[in-house]
């Protein structure tokens, strides 16, 4: 079945305690990408990549870090989390890009940052 | 302006045709997409429409496109329970790898 899982689905953590949330893939697509929903601004990217060890910042990239070493794994990295990170997090992919209708997104983690 | 813009609020009574429109911000941007996010879950790829089309249709759902006025909208016919959902739309920008949402129209059955 072709998925995008992402963990944890749920995650309280405190200020300033580096955390990791994991985006896996299983259907060989090209482009991921990680997005912010947050209520009344919808869905911010944060940043994409196109293919293994390439990354771009998205909208609003400050205070996330992410690496792109495999093809089917996209994890997003918060090296120093602060309570204005508090969000709804999804990671999605593409077979070759935002320009793909076959595009696919997790069920998303919810972080709330204390 | 610089915004995808929607409404935010519809509500519409079961049976009735939805119409949930939309502006995006560039009338160059190649590629349009409407998603479905039902609660508690990710966001769903609906349909989408070429810069290059007026219309397009696939079973109860028809996209319009005014390139003129850069509105996008998507009618639901016979409108049902299953389709209370959170509504996005999205653009691509000419020449460019991002995805750009609006903020999302909530659509609200009535029995």
């Known amino acids: 079945e072709a998925q995008v899982t992402q963990n944890p689905r749920y995650l309280i953590t405190v200020t300033g305690k580096k955390l990791t949330v994991t985006c896996s893939q299983n259907?060989?697509?090209?482009?991921m990408s990680w997005y912010r929903q947050d209520p009344g601004l919808g869905l911010r990217q944060i940043y994409y990549?196109?293919?293994?060890?390439?990354?771009d910042k998205g909208d609003v990239p400050e205070g996330y870090k992410v690496s792109r070493k495999e093809k089917r794994n996209f994890p997003l990295i918060l090296e120093s989390p602060s309570p204005n990170q508090t969000s709804l997090y999804f990671c999605a992919s593409s077979l070759t890009g935002p320009y793909s209708y076959e595009q696919y997104f997790g069920p998303g983690t919810r972080l709330t940052v204390t | 302006g610089e915004d995808v813009e929607q409404s935010l609020f519809l509500s519409v009574r079961e049976g009735d045709s939805s119409v949930i429109n939309c502006t995006y911000t560039?009338?160059?941007?190649?590629?349009l997409y409407w998603y479905k996010q039902e609660p508690g879950a990710g966001l769903q790829l609906l349909t989408y429409?070429?810069?290059?089309?007026d219309m397009k249709q696939d079973q109860r759902l028809t996209v319009l496109l005014n390139k003129k006025d850069k509105h996008l909208s998507l009618r639901i016919a016979d409108t049902q329970t299953g389709d209370s959902a959170i509504y996005f739309c999205a653009e691509i920008k000419n020449r460019d790898d991002k995805i750009i949402f609006g903020k999302g129209t909530r659509l609200h059955i009535l029995p």
């Open positions: 429409i070429f810069s290059n089309m």
């Open positions: 990549s196109m293919n293994v060890e390439v990354t």
């Open positions: 560039d009338s160059s941007s190649t590629y």
């Open positions: 259907m060989n697509h090209e482009y």
